[in-house]
């Protein structure tokens, strides 16, 4: 099975920085990372310290009702490259654990797992064996942080 992973849209990224403000109404404020380490969700990179990034709050696709959430994530204060659909696990979180939550074709959570990220392409691949799992999301496992999605 073959997977496509998504980053945030670089289009409602751009709209983001157009408007000045995120999904939730707050103001963009974009500041330079000084310690950096922490996940992006536009390039699905880690911050190098010294960047510019801005913490938006952001409700993923594939999510309705009461599992649409809104939460905190980092993104470039400008534009970059993004991330390719077929580029696989994002190399720099192969360290991480994550939760990787399905969802149905309802926008409701199906099944959730724990992984390393060394085992991840095998939990994806676990979660969208069933095929009324049409999404899995991964999440930071501290903080429940929406990190990207993947679907078939």
Not at 20 to 48: K, M, T, Y
Not at 97 to 122: F, K, N, P, T
Request: net charge neutral.
């Amino acid at each position: 099975m073959s997977f496509r992973f998504f980053a945030i849209p670089p289009a409602e990224l751009d709209g983001i920085r157009a408007a000045g403000r995120d999904v939730a109404g707050n103001p963009l404020r974009p500041f330079v990372h000084r310690r950096g380490g922490e996940p992006l969700r536009c390039c699905l990179r880690l911050i190098l310290p010294g960047k510019h990034v801005a913490l938006i709050s952001y409700r993923p696709a594939g999510t309705a009702g009461a599992y649409a959430e809104i939460g905190p994530v980092f993104v470039h204060a400008s534009a970059c490259e993004g991330y390719p659909a077929e580029g696989g696990w994002p190399p720099e979180y192969r360290d991480r654990q994550q939760v990787l939550r399905a969802y149905d074709a309802e926008g409701r959570i199906a099944d959730a797992i724990l992984v390393d990220g060394a085992e991840a392409e095998d939990g994806i691949a676990k979660l969208l064996a069933d095929p009324s799992h049409v999404l899995v999301h991964s999440r930071n496992v501290l903080y429940g942080c929406y990190m990207f999605a993947v679907s078939r």
